[in-house]
């Protein structure tokens, strides 16, 4: 017995079509309990890669933040001892910085791609070249000429995120040798963090978040001679590898930035956009200028001022066109393609007077669901478009056979196959899509809305049968 015998059977006085949108409104929120799970084995997989680039760049290098090179000037200052007991007071190290005039930076980079099971991981290599230039020293500052400075015990210091991805540094300070060691407690900065790109987009875009993020100075070298007796000429040489980012934190007064790479598709990230960049399918070059008005660096201060707050610039490696990003965007249509297709359903009932019971709309969502399976695993093993195309054609013949075998109508069938074959379409476009993807799906949905409404103007709806 079919659910309208059921409602006439019960004296139901509303109309019978109206009580079938019900149950497919019903059916399409019950349909929605396996589109959340489908959202979390998205989630947990994702989970699983970020576990694998953590692995990876536990062994290669994180993504890594250089920052540096500063004069350091270490002097005392004497505290009351906390200890109640103790008199005796307690000395404590504290450091006047100078920030060069000027700093070129050339680097040239080469991407690596590390495979874990079906995981890919962008990773680089770099070799940095450093020149940095220091006007003969004078402070004009009062305050830091009543400082008991220890010239004769200056450092330089020089910062990189992960030191495990350190191969080799080496320098030189107005033409003699300085060997970096690890330090501590010799400096400290703040910098924007980096832009993530996935991870936000699970829990609202965060992007543009501008939480600080402060950083220990970990490598250090002794100063020869006293460096006030001329201008100082710092050269550095860095041999470093990192994972998906390479970030710079400004370090000078006037700071050029070039990068060589071999990365098709680099994101450019920080503060700051480069003044001039080329991209091609061999690489690009990237060049980015910054001054003290922009990047929030000083010429002099001392560790009894406010960290220093410092605009980054940087490239990002990721891999493009992430599957899990993807899928999860696509997911995001799933209601719209369940409601479209249950519409189409329920239209033909009316012009056909054919019945179509709701457990067969039940078993044509679910089809419609398993396509978000099918496209999630086979991405993961082939490319995204692949994959899509894949999926789509598996459920589109799916759904459109099914539909033969309960109406036995090729027609009918023939006609849901070319409505799924378009809602995929439409869907891949809108994926590919970034600025413009809003605009294109509203007008879509204006012209969806519109055919609808002119293909049902004339059904009677206050009919009983």
């Known amino acids: 017995m079919n659910p309208d015998q059921l409602l006439k059977q019960a004296g139901a006085k509303a109309n019978p079509q109206m009580w079938k949108l019900l149950i497919i409104g019903f059916i399409i929120l019950i349909l929605m309990i396996p589109a959340v799970w489908i959202s979390s084995i998205i989630h947990e997989r994702y989970h699983r890669k970020e576990s694998v680039v953590q692995e990876i760049a536990g062994k290669w290098g994180a993504s890594q933040m250089l920052s540096g090179p500063f004069v350091c000037v270490p002097y005392s200052i004497w505290q009351k001892n906390p200890d109640p007991k103790e008199e005796k007071p307690i000395e404590l190290t504290k450091y006047l910085y100078l920030a060069p005039d000027s700093l070129a930076i050339t680097g040239v980079v080469e991407t690596v791609v590390h495979k874990r099971g079906i995981f890919r991981v962008s990773g680089y290599k770099a070799d940095l070249d450093y020149v940095a230039s220091i006007e003969a020293i004078e402070l004009e500052n009062p305050a830091y000429e009543k400082l008991p400075l220890r010239w004769d015990e200056a450092i330089i210091a020089f910062d990189l995120e992960d030191q495990r991805g350190m191969k080799q540094i080496s320098g030189t300070l107005n033409g003699q040798e300085i060997i970096f060691n690890r330090a501590q407690d010799v400096i400290s900065i703040s910098s924007m963090p980096e832009t993530q790109g996935l991870r936000d987009t699970f829990s609202g875009y965060k992007g543009e978040a501008k939480a600080l993020k402060s950083t220990d100075m970990k490598l250090a070298a002794k100063a020869p001679g006293d460096i006030r007796q001329s201008a100082l000429e710092l050269k550095i040489k860095v041999q470093m590898s990192g994972t998906q980012q390479l970030n710079f934190a400004a370090s000078a007064l006037r700071e050029k930035v070039s990068l060589i ?205």
């Open 261 to 465: 790479g071999d990365w098709p598709a680099p994101s450019f990230v920080g503060d700051l956009l480069p003044d001039n960049r080329s991209i091609s399918d061999e690489g690009f070059k990237v060049d980015w200028h910054t001054t003290d008005l922009n990047s929030g660096i000083k010429k002099v201060w001392s560790s009894d001022e406010p960290i220093l707050q410092l605009s980054n610039l940087g490239v990002s490696f990721l891999i493009m066109v992430d599957s899990y990003q993807q899928s999860i965007r696509a997911l995001k249509y799933a209601a719209l393609f369940l409601i479209l297709t249950f519409m189409t359903f329920f239209f033909a009932e009316i012009i056909s007077k054919q019945k179509i019971h709701p457990i067969q709309y039940l078993m044509v969502g679910c089809g419609l669901l398993v396509f978000y399976l099918l496209l999630l695993s086979i991405s993961e093993h082939l490319s995204f478009a692949w994959a899509y195309l894949i999926a789509a054609v598996g459920v589109v013949l799916q759904i459109s056979l099914y539909c033969f075998s309960i109406l036995k109508t090729r027609k009918f069938a023939l006609q849901i196959g070319a409505l799924l074959s378009i809602l995929y379409i439409f869907l891949y476009v809108l994926l590919r899509l970034q600025d413009s993807a809003l605009l294109v799906g509203s007008i879509s949905l204006f012209i969806l809305l519109s055919i609808a409404m002119y293909v049902i103007r004339n059904v009677n709806w206050y009919t009983q049968e």
